[in-house]
């Protein structure tokens, strides 16, 4: 064991720095599955840390009607402390800031809360006033947005508030609520003066509860829920909030985890390609041990002890790296935390991503080291014999099962599930097959079509491609996996981007109203139309619940978990229902018949469910349903099915009802308008607000807006970690070319011999990166746009789309960072003295 | 003279499978080698000198034949155990040097002793390299050596582990004729210095002739086998 040491430890020293370039590939890997997996358990343990924080209080009561006098009864026999809020959307107008209005997110809250934790407000002081008066706490971004200062008044409904200052943080909640919709805070008390609550508002009700020392969270929400079923009732307690954080948590970590694992395999193929280069070179070596008396054992063991110490150096590197990453990773996820997080090392994450490093680098670097057993002694005596005859050995199948089922094993660990790491296995696969098939088909075609009468340059160029020792399918590979997570991630951004555009392109209306109440339908037409954006449909909407399907009782479908009758949300939720006598152009019909029209008093309504709805409730043609319509029951008969375009920013409604069944139901309606210009679209928000203050708006520029700022949020940590796979394949590419540099020297000198200038050297050498670069880029951007198609046909639902130019500029850079990358490496090759390496016949 | 055999060849025969059908290097070569004593191979460029060097060394396994070498029956050795038996009793001195280029020229001799484990050998190295008139250069690499030197390094390590037999594959092939000369001079002087046997190929006839004995081969097979 000591020779092995000692003689793995010489026989590096000319190849130290070479072997450490090659370990850079799996640094990268390494430290993001480092950083992620120790920066994880800093979360977890600000989720302990911080529990009763995380949520504010013991126990959240969440409702969408006021409480019953019964259930506020209840609250107050508790014993302990309450604080209720009522939350909607509404619009705020800024009447410093010449009557601005925007949609927000409206926070009635009583004084007391957070119970635990810290409502955070700048100035600090804002939270504690805030309740003294008629103050109100707003969104930083609103106010920066608007340029709200402190002591400008606030307008909300009939009401005028002071701002007194910018929410930072409150318990329960991230930055992430705040990009969806803006947050104003009012004080409870002062709720009523706004006189936005009517009939039709959507409004959640809810309140906070601090329990007496001794009473049980779990069992108050036990109770509740058996003594007040009828009010449906949500329920949180510091144990849910916990348990969904750490779900979501696992969730985002096993992503994480799986995008820096890419990386980590892609380094461990740089790496094993390499060793294989490095193998080569020691043939000879290895000969002459086993001349002078080494077994196979012993020579195989010098390598394998080799691999292992550039496999420790790095895991090690990437291991130290990985720690300073996980000092960045909360700036890059901070907003979407509700917490913050103490950083610590976390010693098991660091042992679990290098222990993954380590055994991935290790079996890739097994592969080639095979090899060295093989090599007979008889090569010292005659060179021919270095060309080993490839054999059947079972050890390189045993060492591919076993890559197969670390790289299955690893997906599975990360996601819990054996479906999902099977099909990341599989994804891998064939996007390893599909750029591994695709170089081997270049290699094969640069031989067969090389073109004879080019330039002396292209043609070496060119036929590098397939030249023994080659880097055809490591490097396509390597950028080709990297073009195509980045691509990928471009592509889709720009399909939800246009999903949204689209929705609101040519006269389509940009602009929807709603919460309007039944006499303000005219008089808002006008102010619309007065200010550029006339009515371009409106619906009649009323508020009903499932009562019955088939004649079963829901409360009775709910308890039975037999399955069929859809998911439970589809079962209890609030139906916003519309009347009307034909279908628009957002919906189509796909089965039956669409009743317009039903005669007053008809003892059962032919209704139009939306298709998928209809699938979930287990609904067909023909099947009857009855609605409790405000009180009142209403028996239907699924009359037709539509296909709706949900995305389209107008009324689109799951179930239609005909014509004379629900016109003296309580109702509110909804508008769709269209501006013709941004402009004028703020001034029909703002004159519509100003006249019908409990009128909220949505403008499709904002829509879009806030989907853009979403995304970018989530696109700027899922690119932070596809850095990591790009950035390896960087390194692979420079790694590949660093070892073909001491494969091809010989014959760079031979060519310098023979007279070829440095120029004609670099323009090889340009040639092969520039078809390298282009090729992968390539394949990286055909799948990146399958991926894209398939993403947008089964997740998003929409048609793909392909914006040309930004994708072509993409790849053009990323083709740039290839060549760069190859001359930056190969540079010094041509300054070799020819002598000194035909003496050495390296 | 040992009236021991220190290496016995019998029938020995190597054919090689080729896309034209078996082709047969060497056929039933026999012959048998005292302790102590020279034998030089020599013959045209592919007669099967070096397949048979390599054979009686224990480089290779025979298609046919048995070779004996120190005692040691060599086929039905394994690979390794053949190695073991090279460590032992071999010394090798190649056409091309054959050093381990990353290793200094002290530590090329002392790779036989270390294979076996044994440790604190550095004088015997450094008084090999002495005797062989590299005292001075004993940490160098074999780029910082001329070829003459670099295969006085090699054989420094070809007797460091004391063999009974030194197989030498054209030594002198690739050096001038003063250097070469010398090269002679320091086989033939330390062959006799520590009673080593003596089986070296050569095309030089005038190294052949130094030898006790001189085997001729034609075409894989022996057609003259000279004993002075």
Same mark, same amino acid.
């Given at each position: 064991?000591?020779?092995?040491?000692?003689m793995?430890?010489?026989?590096?020293?000319?190849?130290?720095r070479?072997?450490?370039f090659s370990?850079?590939?799996?640094?990268l890997?390494?430290?993001?599955?480092?950083a992620?997996g120790?920066?994880?358990?800093?979360?977890?343990?600000a989720?302990?840390?911080?529990?009763r924080?995380l949520?504010?209080?013991?126990?959240?009561?969440?409702?969408?009607?006021?409480?019953?006098?019964a259930l506020?009864?209840y609250?107050?026999?508790?014993?302990?402390?309450?604080?209720?809020?009522?939350q909607?959307a509404s619009?705020?107008?800024?009447?410093?800031q010449?009557?601005q209005?925007?949609?927000v997110?409206v926070?009635?809250?009583e004084?007391?809360?957070?119970?635990?934790?810290?409502?955070?407000?700048?100035p600090a002081?804002?939270?504690?006033r805030?309740?003294?008066?008629?103050?109100?706490?707003?969104e930083?971004?609103?106010?920066?947005?608007?340029?709200?200062?402190?002591?400008?008044?606030v307008?909300?409904?009939?009401?005028?508030?002071?701002?007194?200052?910018?929410?930072?943080?409150i318990?329960?909640?991230?930055?992430?609520?705040?990009m969806?919709?803006p947050r104003?805070f009012?004080?409870h008390?002062?709720?009523a003066?706004?006189?936005?609550i009517g009939?039709?508002?959507?409004?959640?009700y809810?309140a906070?509860?601090q329990?007496?020392?001794?009473r049980?969270p779990?069992?108050?929400?036990?109770?509740?829920?058996a003594?007040?079923?009828?009010?449906r009732l949500?329920?949180?307690t510091?144990?849910?909030?916990?348990?969904?954080?750490?779900r979501?948590?696992t969730?985002?970590y096993?992503?994480?985890?799986?995008?820096g694992?890419?990386a980590?395999?892609?380094?461990?193929i740089g790496?094993?390609?390499?060793?294989?280069?490095y193998?080569?070179q020691k043939?000879?070596?290895v000969a002459?041990?086993?001349?002078?008396?080494a077994?196979?054992w012993?020579?195989f063991?010098?390598?394998?002890?080799?691999?292992?110490g550039?496999?420790l150096?790095?895991?090690?590197?990437g291991?130290?790296l990985?720690l300073?990453?996980?000092?960045?990773l909360?700036?890059?996820?901070?907003?979407?935390l509700p917490?913050?997080?103490?950083?610590?090392v976390?010693?098991?994450?660091?042992?679990r991503?290098v222990g993954a490093?380590l055994a991935?680098?290790?079996?890739?670097?097994l592969?080639?080291?095979?090899d060295?057993r093989k090599?007979?002694?008889?090569v010292?005596?005659?060179s021919?014999?270095a060309?080993?005859?490839?054999r059947f050995?079972?050890?390189r199948?045993?060492?591919?099962v076993?890559?197969?089922?670390?790289?299955?094993?690893?997906a599975?660990w990360?996601?819990?599930?054996?479906?999902t790491?099977a099909?990341f296995t599989?994804?891998?696969a064939v996007?390893?097959?599909v750029l591994?098939?695709?170089?081997?088909?270049?290699?094969?075609a640069?031989?067969?079509?090389?073109p004879r009468?080019?330039p002396?340059?292209v043609r070496?160029?060119?036929a590098?491609?397939?030249?023994?020792?080659?880097?055809?399918?490591?490097?396509?590979?390597?950028?080709g996996?990297?073009?195509?997570?980045?691509?990928?991630?471009?592509?889709?951004?720009?399909?939800?981007?246009?999903?949204?555009?689209?929705s609101?392109?040519?006269?389509?209306?940009?602009?929807?109203?709603?919460?309007?109440?039944d006499d303000?339908?005219?008089p808002?037409?006008?102010?619309?139309?007065a200010a550029?954006?006339?009515?371009?449909?409106q619906?009649?909407?009323?508020?009903?619940?499932l009562?019955?399907?088939?004649?079963?009782?829901?409360?009775?479908l709910?308890?039975d978990?037999?399955?069929g009758?859809?998911p439970g949300?589809?079962l209890?939720?609030?139906?916003?229902?519309?009347?009307r006598g034909?279908l628009?152009?957002?919906?189509?019909?796909?089965?039956?018949?669409?009743d317009g029209?039903?005669?007053?008093?008809?003892?059962?309504?032919?209704?139009?469910?939306e298709?998928k709805?209809?699938?979930d409730?287990g609904l067909?043609?023909?099947?009857?349903?009855?609605?409790d319509?405000?009180?009142l029951?209403?028996k239907?008969?699924?009359?037709?099915l539509?296909e709706?375009?949900?995305?389209r920013?107008e009324?689109n409604? *799951? !179930?239609?009802?005909?014509?004379?069944? @629900?016109?003296d139901?309580?109702?509110?309606?909804?508008v %769709? &308008?269209?501006a $013709?210009?941004?402009?004028?679209?703020?001034r029909?928000?703002?004159a519509?607000?100003?006249?019908f203050?409990n009128v909220?708006?949505i403008?499709?520029a904002l829509v879009?807006?806030?989907?853009?700022?979403?995304?970018?949020?989530v696109a700027?940590v899922?690119?932070?970690?596809a850095?990591?796979?790009v950035?390896?394949?960087?390194?692979?590419l420079?790694g590949a070319?660093?070892t073909?540099?001491?494969q091809?020297?010989?014959?760079?000198?031979?060519?310098?011999?023979?007279?070829?200038?440095?120029?004609?050297?670099?323009?090889?050498?340009?040639?092969e990166?520039?078809i390298?670069?282009?090729?992968?880029?390539?394949?990286?951007?055909?799948l990146?746009v399958?991926g894209n198609a398939?993403?947008?046909? *089964? !997740?998003?639902e929409t048609?793909?789309v @392909?914006?040309?130019?930004p994708?072509?500029?993409?790849? %053009? &850079?990323m083709? $740039?960072?290839?060549?760069?990358?190859?001359?930056?490496?190969?540079?010094g090759?041509?300054d070799?003295p020819p002598?000194a390496?035909?003496?050495?016949e390296? | 003279?040992?009236?021991?055999?220190?290496?016995?060849?019998?029938?020995?025969t190597?054919?090689?499978?080729?896309?034209?059908?078996?082709?047969?290097?060497?056929?039933e070569?026999?012959f048998e080698l005292?302790?102590?004593a020279?034998?030089?191979?020599?013959?045209?460029?592919?007669?099967?000198?070096?397949?048979l060097l390599?054979?009686?060394?224990?480089?290779d396994a025979?298609t046919?034949?048995t070779v004996?070498?120190a005692?040691?029956?060599?086929?039905g050795l394994?690979?390794d155990?053949?190695?073991?038996?090279?460590?032992?009793?071999?010394?090798?001195?190649?056409q091309?040097f054959?050093?381990?280029?990353?290793l200094?020229?002290l530590?090329n001799?002392?790779?036989?002793?270390e294979?076996?484990g044994?440790s604190g050998?550095?004088?015997?190295?450094?008084?090999?390299?002495?005797r062989v008139?590299?005292?001075a250069?004993?940490?160098?690499?074999?780029?910082q050596?001329?070829?003459?030197?670099?295969?006085r390094v090699?054989l420094a390590?070809a007797?460091?582990?004391?063999?009974?037999?030194?197989?030498?594959?054209?030594?002198?092939g690739?050096?001038?004729d003063d250097t070469?000369r010398a090269?002679v001079e320091?086989?033939?002087?330390?062959?006799?210095?520590r009673?080593?046997?003596?089986?070296l190929?050569t095309?030089?006839?005038e190294?052949?002739?130094?030898?006790?004995?001189?085997?001729?081969?034609?075409?894989g097979?022996?057609?003259?086998?000279e004993?002075?």
């Open positions: 064991m000591k020779f092995i040491l000692r793995a430890w010489r026989d590096s020293r000319a190849s130290r070479r072997l450490a370990a850079l590939s799996i640094v890997g390494v430290a993001a599955l480092v992620i120790s920066f994880s358990a800093n979360l977890r343990q989720i302990d840390d911080q529990a924080a949520v504010g209080a013991d126990l959240v009561v969440t409702a969408n009607k006021p409480f019953s006098p506020e009864q609250l107050a026999g508790l014993g302990g402390r309450c604080a209720h809020e009522v909607f619009m705020v107008r800024f009447p410093a010449g009557d209005t925007r949609l997110q926070r009635a809250l004084t007391g809360f957070p119970f635990y934790g810290e409502f955070l407000t700048t002081l804002a939270a504690s805030f309740p003294a008066g008629n103050f109100a706490i707003l930083e971004s609103l106010m920066a947005q608007f340029g709200v200062r402190a002591g400008d008044p307008r909300l409904g009939q009401a005028t508030f002071t701002a007194i200052g910018a929410v930072q943080r318990p329960g909640e991230s930055m992430a609520v705040a969806i919709s104003v009012i004080p008390r002062a709720l003066g706004t006189g936005l009939p039709g508002s959507l409004v959640r809810r906070y509860l329990l007496p020392p001794g049980d779990a069992a108050v929400e036990r109770e509740l829920r003594r007040f079923r009828a009010e949500g329920l949180e510091v144990e849910h909030r916990k348990r969904d954080l750490g979501a948590l969730n985002v096993s992503f994480l985890s799986l995008v694992f890419v980590l395999f892609l380094g461990a790496v094993a390609s390499a060793v294989h280069v193998i080569r043939i000879s070596t002459i041990l086993r001349c002078l008396g077994s196979a012993q020579s063991a010098i390598y394998v002890v080799q691999g292992c550039l496999g150096f790095g895991t090690g590197l291991a130290a990985g300073a990453v996980q000092l960045l909360p700036v890059v996820v901070r907003d979407f917490f913050d997080v103490a950083f610590f976390s010693w098991p994450a660091v042992g991503g490093g991935i680098c290790l079996l890739f670097t592969l080639p080291l095979l060295v090599v007979s002694p008889l010292a005596l005659r021919a014999f060309e080993m005859a490839p050995d079972p050890w199948v045993v060492l591919g076993a890559i197969v089922a670390s790289v299955a094993g690893f599975v990360q996601t819990g599930n054996v479906r790491g099909g599989g994804m891998l996007g390893f097959g591994g098939g695709v170089a081997r088909l270049v290699a094969w640069a031989r067969r079509f090389l009468r080019v002396y340059v070496q160029g060119v590098n491609l397939y030249r023994p020792n080659n880097r055809t399918v490591l490097l396509l590979l390597a950028l996996l990297g073009a195509f997570l980045l691509l990928t991630l471009h592509l889709t951004r720009a399909t939800l981007q246009a999903q949204v555009e689209f609101g392109g040519g006269d389509r209306a940009n602009l929807l109203l709603f919460d309007i109440q303000q339908v005219e808002l037409a006008r102010t619309l139309a550029g954006a006339p009515v371009q449909q619906a009649p909407i009323v508020t009903m619940k009562a019955k399907i088939k004649g079963r009782p829901v409360r009775e709910l308890r978990r037999t399955g009758h859809g949300w589809a209890t939720r609030e139906y916003r229902s519309t009347y034909e628009t152009p957002t919906e189509r019909l796909v089965a039956g018949k669409f029209r039903v005669a007053a008093g008809a003892a059962v309504v032919p209704v139009s469910f298709q709805l209809a699938r409730l067909a043609l023909g099947d009857e349903v009855e609605f319509v405000q009180g029951p209403v239907t008969r699924v009359t037709s539509r709706v375009e949900w995305r920013l009324p409604f *799951f !179930v239609v009802f005909p014509l004379g069944a @629900l016109e139901a309580p109702k509110f309606f909804v %769709a &308008a269209r $013709a210009t941004p402009a004028e679209a703020a029909a928000q703002q519509a607000v100003r006249e203050p909220s708006a403008d499709l879009l807006d806030t989907l853009d700022r979403i995304f970018t949020k700027w899922v690119q932070f970690m850095l990591f796979t950035v390896t394949g960087v390194l692979v420079a070319v660093v073909g540099r001491y091809r020297i010989r014959e760079t000198v031979l060519l310098r011999t023979l007279g070829a200038t440095r120029r004609q050297l670099l323009q090889i050498q340009l040639v990166y520039a390298l670069g282009v090729l992968a880029v390539l394949v990286g951007g055909v990146a399958a398939l993403l947008a046909e *089964f !997740v998003f048609a793909p @392909l914006p040309m130019g994708l072509v500029g993409a790849m %053009a &850079a083709c $740039a960072v290839t060549l760069a990358t190859g001359w930056l490496a190969n540079r090759v041509a070799h002598l390496v035909l003496r050495q390296t | 003279m040992n009236v021991e055999a220190m290496l016995k060849v019998e029938r020995l190597k054919t090689y499978p080729t896309a034209a059908g078996p082709l047969t290097v060497l056929h070569v026999s005292a302790a102590g020279s034998l030089a191979i020599v013959g045209p460029s592919g007669s099967g000198k070096t397949t390599g054979l009686c060394a224990g480089l025979p046919a034949g004996q070498l005692g040691v029956a060599l086929d394994g690979e155990a053949r190695a073991r038996v090279r460590n032992r009793e071999v010394g090798f001195v190649f091309n054959q050093l381990i280029p990353t200094t020229a530590e001799v002392l790779v036989p002793l294979l076996r044994e050998c550095e004088a015997a190295g450094r008084a090999l390299l002495e008139g590299l005292g250069r004993c940490d160098h690499y074999p780029v050596l001329s070829g003459g030197e670099q295969q090699a390590r007797f460091i582990n004391r063999p009974k037999i030194l197989f030498c594959d054209e030594p002198t690739n050096l001038d070469a090269m320091l086989i033939f002087g330390l062959n006799h210095e009673g080593t046997t003596l089986v190929v095309h030089n006839l190294l052949a002739a130094r030898c006790d004995r001189t085997l001729r081969l034609r075409g097979a022996v057609v003259c086998d004993r002075i």
